[in-house]
């Protein structure tokens, strides 16, 4: 209690202000991007509209004539929830198998994985989007799924392998005792036991696959472009858009930056893979 | 036992899948990496198609080397990165230990920092560079614009006037321009992951040892050597990992510099690579084979330096 | 019925044997206690059993029939851990009931068995409460009832009550062995605690560095102790233990005595020494002697109360008929 005691002016005063205004800070692009979002594309440049303006929700109306929204989000959604969906399917029985069963070359194999996320995408780009063509893949979903799934695969299973581990060992052990078999011990188990953790590895691989850029832009024209691609298409309005630009980038980071407040702690945990508690 | 055999049968798909994500196009890079191959050649036709019988050594990789835009790519490769990783630890180190310690409304400020991260990169940067730092209608030009009005205001005084008027117009910095642009792209990644930064080491900081400060404070610890000898070490571990994180993402920034200035004078190796690769195959394939090398330094590096932690 | 051979079993942990080949029975309705130092393989070699751990070489058989390939639930034996190792997201009830449910046991059969084995088990009232919510005791029972639901042939114990405090400590264990009383069933049951050992079993193991060093009744440990090992090991306080010209004198390398067979007085007797430190227990005095010429500190056991104080010189006089002989390679001397 004695640092409590020694507590002085700046931590009363100048701690609060100091943090609010850093916060404030870094939250205020976003604030100003909201803030446009309700201006008109005239008064959004227009100085003496900066702060007092007449708030209109012609941008979102308008979102579907001005830049086709609703199909980028649906194709956003769609590859995002479908690749979630696979990674997962495929990492949380590897990391299961890591976690319980580890064989000598298990650390060696997770630092391999996580090296490949090392790999420079760009240098394998030309060789994917010759592959996606001579297939007949490219700007499909297929083809995005496939590859959002890879990327995130070796972080999910990071992530997964290190919620596991914190299961006792015992209770697996028990299990095997109780007559459980391995489908059993994943089902009755170890979903039950870690439902929180694959839950949050599940939440951010899909932020990941939503806010993925390099691939979507590269591999997609028109029928599986998601928001990145819609963004980045609209990137120099000249001045022009701001207003429905604005309004368009709500839309596309909203929910995601709502989940996100909800999992900042096992974003920490998960990103760090448990080194970092 | 057949319950030996499963495990390894449950981590096959996972191991596969990543095999062959690692190795067919990285195989076919090297392959193109050292073979004539172009898009479009009204010249060479016989070039626009991958073939063994256009080999052509390593004549693309010395292509890339001279070419002045590769040494330029990894200088500002790293130059943005290295930026980004300084600012992004110093920044988030303060701002943690700043907001670590309870105050009015400490959640909702960790909720307003946290949310950058969560901003998709292409938003991030059509956002930063167009909303606020467009020199005419962005916040930047009306805030330059404004100022010097109220410069001009200030002029028409009598006499203070004289004084004022010795002051220089301000110029707005146009952010698209090619000096500039990598300053835009280091400023928007920074406000993307500093918050991530922040988020680790106030969670490593919350584990820091209470006695031990405690009797640091006994034995008479001033709040700078607190902070210098055991906080700072304490931290060690997580700025390791923010490190190396954001290193795997930031190597292969590219939407961000695409949108900010097309590469204008501010290419990275990714945004290189993509450049090559929208004719000369054999160039950008070369391009990519030194990324990967690039890549491989970073990562044993950093795989030293943070991988055995991480294990434990 | 349950009747465990292990045949020439051994354990390598990578390049290093923690179990030597080793052979053991357990017989039907026997209570086993596996003893010795930390880390000398008792788990392991518990585990082993349990189908938990591969053997490295050797024979498992339960009943006649080798199971060292079977997995573990289908060796028909039910373990309680240490870390007790409940499901935390099943209640009491479901905990109870997991293993028939695996066994795809009709869901009536099921209640009914997890009724009575609650029953038994003073847990009823408590069958729908998550294992977080419940005190260690309650914890190892219900442990303890995921494990007789099964009516298994053999129950295995790792240090069971470890994690609980001394007085649940005792309660426990005359719940286990009136269980045993009750079921006849076979135990094997690890411990650290030597009077948990002494008194639950019906055949001690007494281990160290994964060799058997003796295999008996507590009484016959405690009385003919095989070799200097088990007799130092057995028994609390411990037995004094020493060589020289005094063991010389009985014919033997070295000799022991036990504290408790040892008479004091403060006149005259074999061995002179100074009292250390008495510790007074009320029931029980323990005096540690000091500079007797034999060994470091001699500790002696009275029954009741005796005044004595640091310093004071007293004598010893060992019974002669409670004097255990070894050999130069502390092997028991007949
Ligand atoms: N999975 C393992 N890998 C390598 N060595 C192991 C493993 N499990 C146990 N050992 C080693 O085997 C030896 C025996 O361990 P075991 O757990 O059986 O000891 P124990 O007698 O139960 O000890 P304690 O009384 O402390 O529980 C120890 O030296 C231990 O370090
Ligand atoms: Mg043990």
């Known amino acids: ?277 | 036992m057949s319950d030996r055999k499963l495990p390894r049968l449950l981590q096959a798909p996972a191991v596969l899948l990543l095999l062959v994500w690692m190795l067919i196009p990285l195989g076919m890079t090297l392959y193109f990496s050292f073979i004539r191959y172009v898009l479009n050649s009204l010249r060479r036709p016989e070039w626009t198609s991958p073939s063994l019988s256009n080999w052509r050594g390593f004549g693309n990789y010395e292509f890339v080397l001279k070419s002045k835009d590769f040494l330029l790519a990894i200088q500002n490769s790293l130059f943005i990165v290295c930026s980004i990783l300084f600012l992004t630890v110093i920044l988030g180190v303060l701002i943690a230990v700043l907001i670590n310690k309870a105050f009015p409304g400490q959640g909702v400020v960790r909720v307003l920092l946290i949310s950058p991260f969560f901003v998709m990169p292409a938003v991030n940067a059509v956002l930063w560079i167009n909303m606020i730092l467009d020199p005419v209608l962005g916040l930047q030009g009306i805030a330059v614009a404004g100022i010097n009005e109220f410069l001009d205001g200030l002029r028409q005084i009598p006499v203070l006037g004289g004084f004022f008027s010795l002051w220089p117009e301000f110029e707005p910095v146009s952010f698209r321009a090619t000096q500039t642009s990598a300053i835009a792209v280091i400023m928007m990644v920074t406000w993307q992951w500093t918050p991530f930064a922040v988020l680790i080491f106030m969670t490593s900081l919350q584990s820091e040892d209470q006695q031990q400060k405690e009797a640091a404070v006994l034995d008479g610890a001033s709040t700078w050597s607190q902070f210098r000898f055991l906080t700072l070490p304490h931290l060690g571990r997580p700025i390791a990992i923010v490190v190396m994180i954001q290193a795997i993402f930031h190597l292969s920034l590219y939407a961000e510099i695409e949108i900010v200035s097309r590469g204008n004078g501010n290419k990275n190796l990714p945004y290189l690579i993509g450049e090559f690769a929208n004719n000369n195959i054999g160039a950008a394939s070369a391009t990519g084979i030194f990324a990967v090398i690039l890549a491989n330094f970073v990562a044993i590096f950093l795989l030293r330096m943070v991988g055995k932690t991480l294990m434990e | 019925m349950g009747r465990i051979v292990l045949d020439q079993v051994s354990k390598k942990f990578g390049d290093v044997e923690v179990i030597p080949p080793l052979d053991l029975t357990i017989e039907d309705g026997e209570f086993a206690v596996f003893v010795g130092p930390s880390g000398c393989g008792k788990s392991t070699l518990l585990r082993m059993i349990a189908g938990l751990e591969d053997l490295t070489s050797g024979n498992i058989e339960i009943d006649s029939e080798v199971v060292t390939e079977v997995p573990p639930s289908k060796r028909g034996l039910a373990m309680v851990f240490q870390s007790y190792a409940l499901y935390p997201h099943m209640t009491v009830r479901k905990n109870i009931g997991f293993p028939l449910r695996m066994e795809k046991m009709a869901p009536d059969e099921i209640d009914k068995r997890v009724e009575a084995a609650a029953q038994s088990l003073n847990l009823i009232d408590y069958l729908d409460r998550k294992p977080g919510q419940l005190s260690g005791g309650q914890r190892q029972r219900v442990a303890i009832g995921r494990a007789i639901v099964r009516d298994p042939s053999a129950f295995l114990f790792d240090e069971p009550l470890s994690n609980l405090d001394a007085a649940l400590r005792v309660g426990m264990r005359l719940e286990i062995s009136e269980m045993h009383e009750r079921m006849q069933t076979t135990m094997i049951y690890v411990t650290h605690d030597q009077v948990e050992a002494m008194t639950m079993a019906n055949k001690i193991v007494v281990l160290q560095a994964g060799v058997i060093e003796q295999v008996g009744s507590p009484l016959d440990l405690y009385h003919k102790p095989q070799n200097v090992f088990v007799a130092g090991f057995i028994g609390s306080p411990k037995m004094n233990i020493f060589s020289g010209s005094e063991a010389e004198k009985h014919g033997a390398h070295t000799i022991g005595i036990r504290p408790e067979h040892t008479d004091v007085s403060m006149t005259d007797g074999t061995w002179e020494g100074r009292v250390g430190v008495a510790e007074h227990l009320g029931s029980d005095t323990f005096i540690h002697v000091h500079d007797t010429g034999l060994t470091d500190m001699i500790t002696v056991r009275i029954t009741g109360d005796i005044s004595v104080k640091h310093g004071d010189k007293i004598y010893l006089t060992p019974q002669a008929d409670q004097i255990h002989k070894f050999d130069a390679k502390g092997q028991r001397i007949a």
């Open chain 1, 1 to 277: 209690m004695a640092i409590v005691a020694q507590s002085s002016k700046f931590s009363t005063y100048g701690r609060p202000v100091l943090a609010w205004g850093v916060g404030l800070l870094f939250f205020f692009p976003i604030f100003w991007m909201v803030l446009t979002s309700f201006k008109t594309d005239a008064d959004a440049v227009k100085p003496e509209h900066l702060i007092f303006f007449t708030p209109t929700f012609d941008n979102y109306l308008n979102m579907t004539d001005n830049y086709d929204y609703w199909r980028f989000a649906t194709n956003s959604v769609i590859s995002a929830v479908s690749a979630t969906a696979f990674t997962l399917f495929v990492s949380v029985p590897a990391a299961y198998a890591m976690a319980f069963n580890p064989s000598r070359s298990t650390k060696d194999v997770l630092m391999w994985m996580l090296s490949t996320k090392m790999l420079p995408a760009a240098a394998v780009l030309y060789p994917m989007i010759f592959l996606a063509k001579s297939i007949g893949l490219y700007d499909t979903h297929i083809l995005i799924i496939t590859v959002l799934s890879l990327i995130n695969l070796p972080i999910a299973i990071w992530m997964l392998f290190t919620y596991f581990k914190e299961i006792p060992k015992d209770i697996i052990e028990a299990g095997k005792m109780d007559g459980v078999n391995t489908w059993g011990e994943i089902k009755e188990i170890l979903v039950p036991l870690a439902w929180g953790g694959i839950a949050s590895t599940a939440l951010l691989v899909f932020i990941f696959c939503w806010n993925e850029a390099y691939w979507t832009v590269r591999l997609t024209t028109i029928d599986a472009a998601t928001l990145s691609k819609l963004i980045e298409g609209n990137r120099a309005p000249e001045g022009l858009f701001f207003g429905r630009l604005s309004a368009v980038s709500t839309a596309a980071v909203g929910p995601i930056v709502v989940l996100g407040w909800f999992c900042q702690k096992q974003l920490v945990q998960g990103l760090t893979f448990g080194a970092v508690k």
